[in-house]
């Protein structure tokens, strides 16, 4: 129970993080493709 307790909490800390280096990349990827 314990360790499904951490598997949830790095799920919701990674979730975010990942969106954030998605989109990060996403990013980046559009402004070097512009130029």
Do not use: D, H, N, Q
């Amino acid at each position: 129970m314990f360790g499904i307790g951490i598997m949830e909490l790095l799920l919701l800390a990674a979730f975010p993080t990942l969106l954030v280096i998605i989109g990060f990349i996403a990013y980046v990827f559009v402004r070097g493709s512009k130029k």
